[in-house]
């Protein structure tokens, strides 16, 4: 049987890989660390210090006899493009199937965030994964992306200290008004936490709102190729 290392910032995110991926034979073990998110305020935080810490557990759970590694925090994910070069085992971070989603659909893109430190990092991803497809033209010419950074302000605390269902119920009203507000831009959820609220206001509304849990399991299925139970 495969077994997933799953690196998180929070405990809340175990149980929605757990349910992503229940219909397939993987052993999921899960590394829970908040530091970084705990220290990214303080004066002398540096992106070092990010990728050293994200460097150091990847190399651990690839030593704990991981066979892939998913990295479901968009602050750790936003270092992965160096750091898991170094790492014997494949590596996916948890915005890897949403931006290849994107980059194969023109159009507009709101990106929802609810924790600030993610948005520079998330973006600068998301903005090297097109340069990277700008450079095959006939790509260019027949996808034209626009993607903005949208905060909803005053959430991310209430999941770091355990609110569930007032996150649930901030991040739900938050998405739903950005969906009315962007009528002609695709409205996507950057973090993993949002991805409950995504699901609700797409089921109590009908507007269509994307969140990187919706295509994780067949991304994960084709890379790692996961056998279903």
């Known amino acids: 049987m495969m077994t997933i290392g799953c690196f998180h910032a929070h405990y809340s995110n175990i149980a929605l890989i757990e349910e992503a991926l229940a219909p397939y034979e993987v052993e999921l073990v899960h590394y829970v660390d908040p530091g970084l998110d705990r220290l990214k305020h303080d004066a002398d935080f540096t992106e070092a210090v990010t990728h050293e810490k994200v460097s150091q557990m990847l ?17 750790f994910a936003a270092v992965l493009e160096q750091e898991a070069q170094q790492v014997p085992v494949p590596v996916v971070g948890i915005d890897d199937p949403l931006l290849q989603e994107m980059q194969q659909n023109s159009g507009e893109y709101i990106l929802a965030f609810t924790n600030p430190a993610t948005i520079e990092g998330t973006m600068a991803r998301v903005n090297q994964a097109f340069q990277q497809d700008d450079e095959d033209e006939q790509r260019h010419e027949a996808v034209t992306i626009k993607t903005e950074a949208v905060l909803i302000p005053g959430t991310f605390e209430l999941i770091m200290r355990g609110d569930k269902e007032g996150y649930l119920a901030g991040v739900s009203a ?56």
Do not use: F
């Open 174 to 229: 938050g998405l739903q008004q950005l969906a009315e507000q962007y009528p002609d831009s695709t409205v996507v959820v950057a973090q993993l936490s949002m991805a409950p609220a995504a699901a609700q206001v797409t089921a109590d509304t009908g507007m269509a709102i994307y969140s990187p849990l919706a295509s994780l399991a067949v991304y994960l299925e084709k890379k790692l190729n996961m056998a279903q139970r």
């Open 59 to 75: 190399q651990w759970i690839a030593h704990c006899h991981a066979d892939a590694i998913l990295v479901t925090c968009t602050l």
